[in-house]
């Protein structure tokens, strides 16, 4: 087969894993025209329907389904072999992918990746932010990063933060003729601000635990927002009582712009870890980034 036909193949596959041409063309960085003409043009030379093609989606047919089985697969080896051979390079090179949410980008990968480029001119490294859980093999990402408890078995795991607490804070003015809570259930007579979920769609419920003691907070208030960085701001604001990872609002709580409650409910747990497959080869440059994470205690 011409090598024109394996970058064909690579194509349709972007396709119909993605469902979308729209997608595929978006993560291939081509035109939508010029991707479905490729896989036109690969359906004419085998003389086979690879995909069906509605108004609403794209799904493979029987052969394509097959196409997708049976050399997919050796098409990713071949890519994965194609990247091992950076290590005969001087410097190591390449792109590495990581999917995280948007607290570990900011506090934990962007300080060592800011460092880290200027000392390999080679790699480029892609941080996407998504703050549900990412099938990183679906994906085809390198990489993803998530709190420790929730790596899944079957991944290699590398701590890359020390351990975490989460913080209960509020501004001075938002104390102004209100009783600090003294425990998680005085929370009921308080306005909260809501984080709701992208993983599961749902509110967050506050989490504490003291000693053998363990409890979950539906909370209530005017404001629900999807980051904890509006969930600070609208603290800072006044607007209510924010529960959110102690290392975001240090800096505020010692600068006085915001108190800190119910620190003995907030234990300690398990931070930050990277987790990658552990039947996938790491390139040279994948090392060097998991190297520059890697948490190391002081």
Known sequence: MARTDLNDITAFLAVAREGSFTKAAARLGVSQ???SQTVSNLEAKLGLRLLTRTTRNVSPTDAGQRLMETVGPRLEEVDAELAALTALRDKPAGTVRISTGEHAAEMVLWPTIETLLPSYPDISVEIIIDNGLTD???ERLDAGVRLGEQVAKDMIAVRIAPDMRM???GAPSYFKG???PRTPQDL???SCINLRMQSA?????WEFEKGARELKVRVEGQLVVNTATLAVKAALAGTGLAFVPEDRVLPFIEGGKLVRVLGDWCAPFSGFHLYYPSRRQPTPAFAVVVDALRHRAH
């Open 33 to 35: 025209s010029a991707l």
């Open 136 to 138: 990183i093999v679906a």
């Open 167 to 169: 913080a209960v804070v």
């Open 178 to 180: 209100r009783k600090k």
């Open 188 to 190: 009921t007579d308080h």
């Open 201 to 205: 769609g749902g509110l967050y419920a």
